[in-house]
C-alpha cells in the first residue's frame, strides 16, 4: 500500500516538515535522532538540517528512496533503515529524539511501540509525536479511515509511562502538508522528557 502511495514523483504529505516539529524545534536537543514511520522523508531531512544524526525508519522501501532524494537535494544526509515498526529494534538509552508525525499503526503495536521508545531515550531525551485523534474522521481532511488506528491523550499518558509529558494536548488545528493532509485536523501533540541529566 504505502509503496504504492509514494510511487509518484510528487511528494504526497510535501517537503515542508510537520508544523508541530518546526514549531519547538528550538526546544530539542540536538543528537541522535530517529524518526518512526517516516515515509517521504520531509522531517528527516529537517532535523538534518538542525544538526541532528538523523535515522529514518519505514515500510516502504519507495517512501525512504524518495528521503534519500530530499536529502541530496537539501545537501543533507540521512540514514535509512527498510523495516516494519513491529520488527524493528530501538536501542535503550540511545536516541536524543524519537520523532513520531502521524505514525498510525494498530494499538497493540503502537503500545509495544510506544514501550520501546520510552526505554531507547537517553536520559534527557524527548519523544515528539502528533497523530490524528477519532474526531479526524468525520473531518475527512487526512488520516487513516478507522478510528482504532486514531490515537487520544489519555491512553498516550498510560503507554508513555515513565516520561514527563511537557506539552500534551488534543487540538483542532489547520494540516496543511501535501495533497493528503489538508484542512482543519483533529490532532493529539505531545512532547515527552525521558528524566535524568543528558550524558
Known amino acids: 500500500m504505502w509503496d504504492a502511495r509514494y510511487a509518484d514523483e510528487e511528494f504526497v504529505y510535501g517537503t515542508r516538515p510537520n508544523d508541530f516539529l518546526a514549531g519547538h524545534i528550538a526546544e530539542l536537543r540536538s543528537g541522535r535522532a530517529l524518526c518512526l514511520g517516516e515515509g517521504e522523508g520531509r522531517n528527516a531531512v529537517f532535523l538534518a538540517e538542525q ?9 516502504s522501501s519507495v517512501g525512504l528512496g524518495k528521503a534519500h532524494r530530499l536529502a541530496g537535494e537539501r545537501g543533507v544526509g540521512i540514514r535509512t533503515v527498510h523495516a516494519d515498526l513491529a520488527d524493528f529494534e530501538i536501542v535503550p538509552g540511545y536516541w536524543d529524539l524519537i520523532l513520531s508525525i502521524f505514525c498510525h499503526v494498530p494499538a497493540a503495536l ?5 514501550r520501546r521508545v520510552v526505554a531507547g531515550l537517553a536520559p ?13 474522521i468525520a473531518m475527512k481532511t487526512g488520516g487513516p479511515p478507522d478510528p482504532a488506528l486514531m490515537m487520544e491523550l489519555a491512553t498516550l499518558r498510560r503507554e508513555l509511562d515513565g516520561l514527563q509529558l511537557t506539552l500534551a494536548q488534543e487540538i483542532i488545528r489547520p494540516v ?7 484542512g482543519d485536523g483533529a490532532v493529539v501533540q505531545v512532547i515527552a522528557l525521558r528524566p535524568g541529566p543528558a550524558p
Not at 544538526?51 to 515500510?59: E, H, N, S
Open 51 to 59: 544538526g541532528f544524526d538523523v535515522t529514518a525508519v519505514d515500510a
Open 124 to 136: 534527557g531525551g524527548a519523544f515528539l509525536l502528533e497523530a490524528y485523534t477519532p474526531r479526524q
Open 110 to 114: 503502537r503500545a509495544d511501540l510506544h
Open 176 to 182: 496543511h502538508e501535501g495533497r493528503l493532509h489538508f
